[in-house]
């Protein structure tokens, strides 16, 4: 593979191109049914990717990334539901929203480090949660449903909801591979691997985490925004449930923390287990979190991490050294 | 009169809230490892009390300490087989590991026991009252202060006076060097984690003494335990008490206030003095 570095971004500009085109002319093919899993499929590769985005490259863990799905599709349900517009039109919005609340808190969540702020981010997304279910402007516990849509042909709905569920499953992939190359992407990796050491080469440390943090909370909040579009109805317990962490982080552990290709390994295996367990409940949670359990202890690095190892391919070229195998990891904080 | 007497209660809450903490505080202040499947276990010590409880003699409460053993041996093997495997300056595959545990734990739980609500009955414990003055007050909530207490200043005092407790507290200032005295520092891990657990499966009866469970209130417990830890201030051992206390009053007085908000105030002072003084209550004292 290392003949084709000179070349790789070109390969890689060219894969995004031939992406891009594969997704405009899918609809064409697919029937409206499959449509919705796929955007079922690429919403949650997005929910993933955002996590992954977090916790592998800007080195700030969060176990409360459901706050951000449900902010985002909540943000869209009522800014469309109250002014009347086109959710289509106004899904940045949910973006904007989500971003701004991640920026908002913090201040304070990053008082805290490691599995303190990740479990404070769930204590804020617990807050938010069981305020909008007491709240019957907001649709309390039974939840919105989108009005906009009502109206709408389905087949346009269904057409233009997987162009946007497309476009989040690109930006997953090369987004974030334009982004862990660039100059914010080197920050973000320096920070992560060594607080210390970026700071004394002029990097402000507390900024880019910020950055990072924003950016990929606010693209969750994106994704929340387009699969609950997809549902038409949105409802606290299930936009802000725990369990969403919990298939993120399934898939960004089984694929490999830190980089692009793991997660779309791991998105294909959860959906596989879905499909086989499906109607088992609980077992298929458990069979989730054993699965975790077992990748942490044999190959911290995911499958993608095994391939890499073994067999040496790197499709991308863009991984640098994850949190998990870099030998000098920050250091730990003393008190 | 109905106000001190919330207050108070809430006081009572505190100190076994204080003690859902203390596992996890202690967990962390000894190895910096945070076990977030701490909340489960502790409804699994809750479910091995239902389980025990016919068999337990003399009374009921007395159910604390098979299960106490029993957590303090799943702890070290929890910490031999498992964490000990992937300790490292990186925090990450620590936490996911326990994060993963939690689920496999949360859901076989669900799947063995069904998710109907529980309680571990204590007979006419329960509903005894005395009036205190003026003030009626249940035996069962003095009586699980009172304990809660005694563990901490047991816990306190072994730390501090006897030969395992020095070692802990060595592996704590740094694990490293212990070893160039020869000591093991991932034995010391084990113990330090079954007692962690013990602690914790203390906390998960007695919490299920005085209200109820489901295989799913391990998220709400591990979130008490976690802001009692933060509101104390990391790692400080009364500071934990006092962010106990901080979280009953508040619960008991936002239930009165607003029936249905459960867990809400409690989340919202935490995140307050969160803002307002981010080294914890113990912080903001010592400055």
């Not at chain 1, 791991?266 to 077992?294: D, E, H, I, K, S």
């Not at chain 2, 206030?257 to 903001?284: E, K, R, T």
Request: charged share 10%.
């Amino acid at each position: 593979m290392k003949g084709l570095a000179p070349i790789r971004p070109t390969l890689v500009a060219a894969a995004a191109v031939l992406c891009t085109g594969l997704m405009i002319a899918t609809p064409w093919f697919v029937p409206e049914g499959n449509l919705r899993l796929m955007i079922e499929i690429f919403a949650v590769f997005a929910f993933a990717q955002g996590w992954n985005f977090l916790a592998g490259y800007v080195g700030i863990m969060s176990f409360g990334q459901q706050l951000f799905i449900g902010l985002g599709a909540y943000s869209l349900f009522l800014a469309s539901n109250w002014t009347g517009l086109n959710p289509f039109l106004i899904l940045p919005l949910s973006f904007v929203f989500s971003a701004a609340f991640a920026a908002a808190i913090t201040p304070f969540v990053f008082r805290l480090r490691d599995a303190y702020l990740a479990i404070s981010i769930w204590v804020i997304a617990e807050v938010v949660r069981l305020f909008i279910s007491q709240r019957d402007a907001l649709g309390s516990v039974s939840g919105l449903p989108l009005v906009a849509t009502r109206e709408m042909a389905r087949s346009v709905v269904a057409t233009s909801t997987f162009y946007y569920a497309g476009a989040l499953a690109i930006v997953s992939v090369f987004g974030l591979y334009y982004v862990s190359v660039s100059r914010l992407g080197l920050a973000l990796a320096a920070v992560r691997d060594n607080e210390g050491t970026a700071s004394a080469i002029g990097i402000n440390v507390w900024w880019t985490r910020f950055f990072g943090f924003v950016l990929g909370s606010g693209f969750t909040g994106l994704a929340g925004a387009v699969y609950y579009m997809s549902v038409f109805h949105v409802e606290p317990g299930g936009a802000f449930d725990p369990n969403w962490m919990v298939v993120m982080l399934f898939i960004v552990i089984i694929g490999g923390v830190g980089t692009i290709e793991g997660p779309i390994i791991g998105t294909a295996v959860y959906f596989l287990f879905r499909a086989w367990f499906a109607g088992t409940g609980n077992l298929y949670l458990m069979l989730l979190g054993a699965a975790a359990v077992l990748v942490m202890l044999i190959s911290p690095s995911g499958i993608w991490g095994i391939v890499k190892s073994r067999l040496g391919i790197d499709l991308l070229g863009a991984r640098r050294a994850s949190g998990l195998d870099a030998p000098t990891k920050k250091a730990r904080t003393a008190s | 009169m109905i106000w001190v007497e919330t207050i108070v209660n809430g006081l009572l809450l505190g100190g076994l809230y204080a003690l859902v903490g203390l596992g996890l505080g202690f967990a962390f202040g000894v190895m910096r490892i945070v076990n977030v499947a701490q909340g489960d276990f502790i409804v699994a010590a809750a479910f091995l009390g239902v389980f025990l409880l016919p068999w337990t003699p003399v009374h009921p409460l007395l159910v604390i300490v098979p299960v106490a053993i029993a957590a303090f041996g799943i702890g070290m093997l929890l910490q031999w087989l498992l964490i000990n495997r992937v300790l490292g300056q990186d925090q990450i595959p620590q936490i996911l590991l326990t994060f993963g545990l939690a689920i496999v734990l949360r859901n076989g739980m669900v799947e063995l026991f069904g998710a109907n609500t529980r309680s571990i009955d204590v007979g006419e414990l329960r509903f005894m009252g005395f009036d205190f003055l003026g003030l009626k007050l249940g035996v069962l909530p003095v009586l699980i202060l009172a304990i809660a207490l005694f563990l901490f200043a047991a816990l306190h005092l072994w730390l501090r006076r006897s030969n395992m407790g020095r070692l802990i507290r060595a592996t704590a200032d740094d694990h490293r060097i212990v070893q160039l005295s020869g000591v093991n520092f991932r034995s010391i891990y084990a113990v330090a984690m079954g007692l962690a657990m013990a602690l914790s499966a203390v906390a998960g009866i007695l919490l299920a003494m005085r209200g109820s469970f489901t295989p799913y209130s391990g998220a709400d417990r591990l979130l008490i335990a976690f802001e009692v830890v933060v509101i104390g201030g990391l790692g400080s051992f009364w500071g934990m008490f006092l962010g106990g206390m901080v979280l009953g009053v508040t619960q008991l007085v936002a239930l009165k206030l607003d029936p249905a908000s459960g867990l809400m105030y409690g989340h919202i002072v935490f995140i307050l003095i969160l803002i307002m003084s981010p080294n914890g209550l113990a912080g903001a004292f010592r400055r």
